[in-house]
């Protein structure tokens, strides 16, 4: 069962709307999820405030315990997701039935009051070094609440802010590089790592790059798409070869589970040589015990004829 179903499981117990299987898998779920168990108590905490006062005429106490109720399950959200799209979430999920409209509504009242102290307070605010200029970005995200009690007039938390931007500019110029370096090791789509190496290949500039060779290494390594890691494989002959670029290889050689890669990686360890970085004795002992144990007869051959020219 999917995380989210688990969550709204926790609203259908208070509504006594749930049936005994669901309710035997919830709690036993609740024993090995501490977020799903944090978000129980604090359902708890405000349904059994509101059926104890019908009126719903929160006092002062009740007021600071279930903001900080509510701070502690977001701070259990942090890296899942933002404050805003909690609140939506919860308010979206407490009408989806007549019964949780009431709820729902403690709820938001109680978030509302919280985010309006935030907001209205005025405290001292101490930014970090580089400033803060909310105009400069487009979104933020993944509130991080260090201290998110506001009796003492002052916050503290962290965030991520992003900021969309465009760029036009020569292939050799080393901002364009930085960036399309940074994409080969982060960006989530492999389209996008692959299209970078491809473009910063290139680059007359890149050939003596350690950074980029470093992520490369890094790409070629543990990348989790196969065709990205060929493409990283394959960019090592348009480099200043050295012996960290041919430590790589072998590593592939002997971790990589694709046959196509380990050949990949024969193959550029062939040109290295020819550019002088030689295989030494350690490494030829390390290839002969490769060729008894890989299971395809391919590498096994092309490892032969490396061995050969020595």
């Known amino acids: 069962m999917q995380h989210e179903k688990y969550e709204e499981l926790i609203q259908y117990y208070f509504y006594n709307e749930i049936d005994e299987a669901d309710k035997k898998l919830l709690e036993q779920h609740l024993?090995?999820?501490?977020?799903?168990?944090?978000?129980?108590?604090?359902?708890?905490?405000?349904?059994?405030?509101?059926?104890?006062n019908e009126n719903n005429e929160f006092e002062d106490k009740l007021l600071f315990e279930a903001r900080a109720e509510l701070r502690g399950y977001l701070k259990a959200q942090k890296n899942k997701t933002s404050i805003i799209k909690v609140l939506t979430q919860a308010f979206s999920s407490f009408i989806v039935k007549?019964?949780?409209?009431?709820?729902?509504?403690?709820?938001?009242?109680?978030?509302?009051?919280?985010?309006?102290?935030?907001?209205?307070?005025?405290?001292?605010?101490?930014y970090s070094k580089?400033?803060?200029?909310?105009?400069?970005?487009s979104k933020i995200q993944n509130i991080n609440f260090l201290d998110a009690d506001p009796d003492d007039g002052e916050i503290e938390?962290?965030?991520?802010?992003?900021?969309?931007?465009?760029?036009?500019?020569?292939?050799?110029?080393?901002?364009?590089?930085?960036?399309?370096?940074?994409?080969i090791l982060n960006e989530k789509n492999p389209g996008t790592r692959l299209n970078s190496i491809n473009v910063i290949n290139a680059s007359s500039q890149h050939k003596n790059d350690d950074e980029l060779k470093n992520a490369l290494i890094s790409v070629a390594k543990y990348?989790?798409?196969?065709?990205?890691?060929?493409?990283?494989?394959?960019?090592?002959?348009?480099?200043?070869?050295?012996?960290?670029?041919?430590?790589?290889?072998?590593?592939?050689?002997?971790?990589?589970?694709s046959a196509g890669i380990r050949i990949e990686a024969i193959n550029s360890l062939m040109?290295?040589?020819?550019?002088?970085?030689?295989?030494?004795?350690s490494d030829l002992t390390t290839l002969k015990e490769k060729i008894q144990l890989d299971q395809n007869n391919y590498v096994r051959y092309h490892l032969r004829n490396i061995i050969k020219e020595y």
Do not use: M, W
């Open 31 to 52: 024993i090995s999820c501490p977020q799903c168990k944090t978000h129980f108590e604090l359902f708890k905490k405000i349904f059994n405030s509101i059926n104890e």
């Open 130 to 137: 580089e400033g803060l200029n909310f105009a400069d970005y």
């Open 223 to 257: 990348d989790n798409n196969p065709g990205v890691r060929r493409e990283a494989i394959k960019s090592f002959n348009e480099l200043s070869v050295d012996k960290e670029i041919k430590d790589a290889l072998i590593y592939v050689l002997l971790n990589d589970t």
């Open 157 to 183: 938390f962290t965030y991520e802010s992003v900021k969309p931007g465009r760029i036009k500019g020569n292939i050799n110029d080393s901002r364009v590089r930085e960036i399309l370096t940074y994409a």
């Open 271 to 281: 040109e290295t040589s020819k550019k002088g970085i030689k295989l030494d004795e």
């Open 98 to 126: 007549p019964i949780g409209i009431a709820f729902g509504g403690a709820v938001v009242l109680l978030a509302g009051l919280f985010t309006g102290y935030l907001i209205f307070n005025e405290p001292a605010v101490n």
